[in-house]
């Protein structure tokens, strides 16, 4: 079973802050991506990534950046946390960019900024 | 208009009812569908993959594709409670570089 694993079930921060999300995925996948659920919105596309060093924007990366160093991890991070940003984060994985497979999720983190 | 339209819901049904699920699209391009399970404050769970048009079955779940009507269903037989959750497909093409498109997903609540 692919495990896709987020560091934080729930985290509080200050405005202002720089914040770190991190995902690791244990199936030696090429694609991750980061998304944002929000009521009413559904699941938006931040960031992903199809390689090491590689990162893609998505439809809402304003705010947002993304660091892949290694193949199984992909970190979102919020420069300068807003109240707006409070919401839950998702990462996914997939196997391979050229091949239509279903995406991995992992637990979310609830992120609230205060 | 979004490209994948789902029934926010919420849909109540008592426990041993078959539940259909379903969402309608606009891009004809698409030919890989999915059906995700998320509950409470967890992550989307992968229920269903399928290619194109037809039926794929598995266990109590059946996932349906009609690509002409751009229609696709999630059925669900003998349902429980612990199949009160929200629902979301998704969606993506063959050129799409496995990025998906999500509905917004139908909460279900299966009442004992």
């Known amino acids: 079973d692919v495990k896709v694993t987020q560091s934080s079930r729930y985290l509080v921060k200050r405005t202002g802050e720089k914040v770190f999300l991190e995902c690791v995925q244990d199936?030696?996948?090429?694609?991750m991506f980061w998304y944002r659920q929000d009521p009413g919105l559904g699941l938006r596309l931040i960031y992903f990534?199809?390689?090491?060093?590689?990162?893609e924007k998505g439809d809402i990366p304003e705010g947002y950046s993304v660091s892949r160093e290694k193949k199984e991890r992909f970190s979102l991070i919020l420069e300068s946390a807003s109240t707006n940003q409070t919401s839950m984060y998702l990462c996914?994985?997939?196997?391979?960019?050229?091949?239509?497979?279903?995406?991995?999720f992992g637990d979310g983190t609830r992120l609230s900024i205060l | 208009q979004k490209e994948v339209e789902q029934d926010p819901g919420p849909l109540s049904v008592p426990e041993g009812a078959i539940v259909s699920l379903n969402c309608t699209y606009s891009n004809s391009a698409f030919q890989y569908f999915m059906w995700y399970r998320q509950y409470s404050r967890k992550g989307p769970e992968l229920l269903m993959y399928?290619?194109?048009?037809g039926n794929k079955e598995d266990g109590r779940f059946t996932a349906q594709v009609d690509k002409s009507s751009k229609y696709i269903s999630l059925f669900i037989r003998d349902s429980q409670p612990s199949d009160s959750a929200t629902y979301l497909c998704a969606m993506s093409d063959n050129n799409a570089g496995n990025m998906l498109t999500f509905g917004g997903g139908t909460r279900l609540m299966v009442k004992p």
């Open positions: 199936m030696d996948h090429e694609n």
């Open positions: 399928t290619y194109s048009s």
């Open positions: 996914a994985s997939s196997l391979r960019r050229n091949l239509n497979q279903p995406q991995h």
């Open positions: 990534s199809y390689d090491v060093k590689m990162k």
